[in-house]
């Protein structure tokens, strides 16, 4: 019998020690010692009985299946979208599919036109908007069909071990109507869920801290916050989830899922995705999700606990950790950040947590690049992914995929996928012994 263990505290905002802290807390208070496949679906364990039940109907809807109006239950799909449930995507709240077409894919592309909205974000492409939905409801036609091919290099590390690098190609076919002019495309594959709540509460401020735009400390480092058009407030603000970090709050990003990825409309995103298609249904039906529904999925996305590190006296993993420091890959994925004080909402109040993120855009070089702006993130640039949780990828979904369209099949492909302002942090890694490199990939496989 699998024995898991929670940390469980107080409903009080309290300060976390940092003296004798526990490397293994990823978390804080809400790390949970599971290491199974279900790893990253825990909620909270010091949520009242109120807030547990609230966590638990969102967990339904997230793993509901919708269906097309007029239902009964759970209606709303379409008539354009990706996928007909959450969990479709995201499966066991981990990291997606990527593949395009298929019921269990957990690839989408984001589409535009070249150019910038009143906003300084992107260009919705006339007929097809930001998102292509590339399933549709009976009697009606999919945006396009997403394509993918690969071609694969072979590499060669110092001492003669190869890896291969697997570069895709994005193209659409089976256009409902013709896009005139050029057009943008840029791949997002479902990330996992865990910790949400806990980025959610760190400061702006310490956020902003850690940018360097114009490399003033000279570590060949930048880092810029992604400002945002936020459709809840109605204003621009900090932007800290999503690969570009184009979303700046979890209930914008849960809402937009739900109308981008599957049709359904609410009252921050009342207008069908299909609105002005020819596929448009002309049902005045919108919006079609509750706010209720819409505040539980959003609270199931907020309290999901990230499982704690494993191994972290092992030696080789302390030596794999010394060379990500020595290599400034800690640079950027920040080991160390801290919530801010909410007595609302004890649960994430003053957490000291390792998200391995500094929630910043940088620029990762040509290789990685999508050529597509959103906001303040160029072309080039992306978010830093966190990396907690990171070593349970094969666990949670078996096999794991990395980076933000999963090209990378494993941490070395990740790696070495690098550049731009991680050039430099890639060539130390190339250019380490075997045991060494070994040694950084087991303390990765330790978060």
């Known amino acids: 019998m699998l024995l898991v263990v929670v940390l469980v505290r107080c409903q009080k905002s309290a300060v976390f020690p940092e003296i004798g802290y526990d490397d293994q807390l990823s978390g804080g208070y809400v790390t949970v010692f599971d290491a199974t496949s279900k790893a990253f679906q825990n909620a909270f364990p010091s949520l009242s009985a109120y807030d547990e039940h609230i966590h638990e109907m969102g967990d339904l809807v997230f793993s509901q299946t919708f269906v097309t109006a007029p239902a009964p239950i759970h ?162 603000k900090m932007g800290r989830f999503g690969w570009k970090a184009n979303t700046a709050s979890i209930v914008t990003q849960v809402a937009t899922a739900f109308n981008q990825d599957m049709g359904i409309t609410s009252r921050i995103l009342p207008i069908e995705n299909s609105y002005g298609q020819t596929q448009y249904d002309g049902l005045h039906d919108d919006p079609e999700l509750p706010d209720t529904t819409l505040n539980n999925v959003k609270f199931y996305a907020q309290t999901l606990c990230v499982p704690a590190r494993r191994n972290v006296t092992d030696a080789t993993v302390k030596r794999g950790e010394q060379l990500f420091i020595l290599a400034k890959c800690a640079n950027c994925h920040k080991q160390t950040l801290r919530t801010g004080v909410n007595v609302a909402f004890p649960a994430v109040s003053n957490q000291v947590i390792h998200p391995y993120s500094d929630l910043l855009v940088h620029n990762m070089g040509p290789g990685l690049a999508d050529n597509r702006p959103d906001f303040l993130a160029d072309g080039q640039s992306w978010r830093t992914a966190p990396l907690w949780g990171l070593g349970l990828y094969t666990t949670v979904n078996n096999p794991g995929y990395y980076l933000h369209d999963g090209r990378a099949r494993t941490m070395v492909e990740a790696i070495m996928w690098h550049g731009g302002e991680a050039a430099q942090s890639k060539a130390y890694y190339s250019h380490l012994s075997k045991s060494d490199r070994d040694a950084v990939l087991k303390f990765l496989q330790s978060l």
């Open 75 to 236: 209606s709303g799909l379409g008539p354009l979208y990706n996928n007909t449930s959450c969990e479709s995507c995201h499966h066991n709240d981990g990291i997606g599919l990527p593949t395009a077409g298929d019921a269990r894919s957990s690839l989408l592309m984001r589409i535009s036109i070249p150019g910038s909205d009143e906003h300084g974000g992107a260009v919705a492409a006339p007929g097809y908007g930001l998102q292509v939905q590339d399933k549709a409801a009976y009697g009606k036609q999919p945006e396009a069909k997403v394509n993918i091919a690969y071609t694969y290099q072979t590499f060669y590390f110092d001492d003669g071990e190869s890896y291969e690098l697997r570069t895709p190609t994005y193209t659409l076919t089976n256009l409902y109507t013709p896009i005139s002019g050029a057009y943008l495309l840029s791949p997002r594959l479902a990330p996992p869920m865990i910790g949400l709540g806990l980025l959610e509460a760190v400061p702006e401020a310490d956020i902003v801290a850690n940018a360097d735009p114009n490399d003033a400390n000279g570590d060949g480092i930048k880092g810029v916050a992604n400002y945002v058009w936020d459709v809840t407030t109605q204003s621009k």
